[in-house]
């Protein structure tokens, strides 16, 4: 389904030295879109092409990025979450809005049946 005659995958970092070189042809977007099920107008195929080889091109590029001495992160700026405390800030007020509900009992709202 690929072309792989462009570009250079740099595997080093994944315990290998060897390089997979990828590039998309106008058959391979083509094949892409109909697996995705989405329409593409015969005359933006090669507008496509470019665009998506651009991002191959970009991945290739971060894939030659040496990691192995970064901590992963779960988030880019790692801060702590500023917490309130957990107190009580309103009354129980229950009661006062219970009186103007159609129905209720012992505390809960009645309402209607929807589903038989």
């Not at 971060?62 to 800030?89: F, K, S």
């Amino acid at each position: 389904m690929f072309n792989l005659n462009a570009g250079c995958v740099n595997l080093k970092n994944r315990g290998s030295n060897c390089c997979i070189q990828m590039a998309l042809d106008h058959q391979t977007v083509i094949n892409i879109a109909r697996l995705a099920r989405l329409h593409i107008d015969e005359s933006d195929v090669d507008r496509y092409v470019s665009e998506l080889s651009r991002i191959l091109d970009f991945v290739e590029q971060m894939n030659g990025v040496d990691t192995e001495d970064v901590m992963p992160l779960a988030h880019p700026q790692e801060g702590r979450l500023r917490l309130r405390d957990d107190i009580v800030t309103e009354t129980n007020q229950r009661e006062s809005f219970q009186t103007v509900a159609p129905e209720q009992e012992a505390g809960l709202y009645l309402v209607p049946k929807v589903i038989e």
